[in-house]
């Protein structure tokens, strides 16, 4: 069966350290992979996209890497604040016939930044 | 900053009674996509709207459910006959260039009594 994977255990971390992030995935093939963060009770957030030949990506403070062999997607934030503590949702996309995607969403981990 | 936005935030309605979610993605957005998060659990896609028309719908969306762009800057999204288990919160999102880059709205958190 399809399964998107993301640690559903809280990840609780210290300022300024980097917090990493897993996607895993197992019998898809997509296109690319997106990160996003979510905020109780709002809308997900794009932050990054990468695609499916591109190995790595970064924004800012946010690295993503991308690895099809593995079906793993990592995603990194360094020197990392309390303002990032929050859900992070990665979504596959699919490419279907017609030549459309489709996002599908992991259930996202919840990243605690501690002072 | 544009945003999309959405009305209303929250709608309670009684089981069997048709509900109609609000959005109004952003101006120069081509690419309109509704989705839906139960409580708990993970962002569903819904269906996507491209030049006036569905481009995908997922199994999710059956004959329950109709999409609409009355006009130039609204998006809806209607569920007739509500059932307890449409109780969610439902999002709209627009893109530019399809789903590379979506905007998501704040939601509308829909409770079927």
């Known amino acids: 069966s399809q399964k998107i994977e993301q640690n559903s255990e809280a990840l609780n971390i210290q300022e300024g350290k980097t917090a990493t992030l897993t996607c895993n995935y197992t019998?898809?093939?997509?296109?690319?992979l997106q990160w996003y963060r979510q905020d109780p009770g709002r809308g997900p957030v794009f932050l990054l996209l990468i695609r499916e030949n591109e190995k790595e990506k970064r924004k800012e403070r946010l690295k993503v890497t991308f690895d099809t062999t593995l079906k793993q997607s990592l995603f990194h934030i360094t020197a990392s604040q309390p303002a990032d503590s929050a859900t992070y949702l990665c979504?596959?996309?699919?490419?279907?016939?017609?030549?459309?995607?489709?996002?599908?969403f992991g259930r996202g981990t919840s990243l605690i930044v501690h002072p | 900053e544009p945003e999309v936005t959405q009305t209303p935030s929250h709608q309670v309605t009684q089981m069997g009674q048709e509900v109609i979610l609000r959005c109004v993605p952003i101006?120069?957005?081509?690419?309109f996509y509704w989705y839906r998060q139960i409580l708990g659990q993970k962002v569903e896609f819904l269906v996507s709207?491209?030049?006036?028309?569905?481009?995908?719908k997922s199994e999710i969306f059956d004959d329950q459910f109709s999409v609409e762009r009355p006009d130039g800057s609204n998006f809806t999204l209607k569920i007739r006959s509500t059932k307890l288990e449409d109780s969610a919160m439902y999002f709209c999102?627009?893109?530019?260039?399809?789903?590379?880059?979506?905007?998501f709205g704040p939601g509308t958190r829909l409770t079927v009594l």
């Open positions: 019998n898809y093939s997509p296109a690319y």
């Open positions: 979504a596959l996309v699919l490419t279907i016939s017609g030549g459309s995607y489709i996002p599908t």
């Open positions: 709207f491209y030049n006036n028309e569905i481009s995908e």
């Open positions: 101006s120069n957005h081509l690419y």
């Open positions: 999102a627009s893109s530019e260039y399809g789903v590379n880059e979506q905007f």
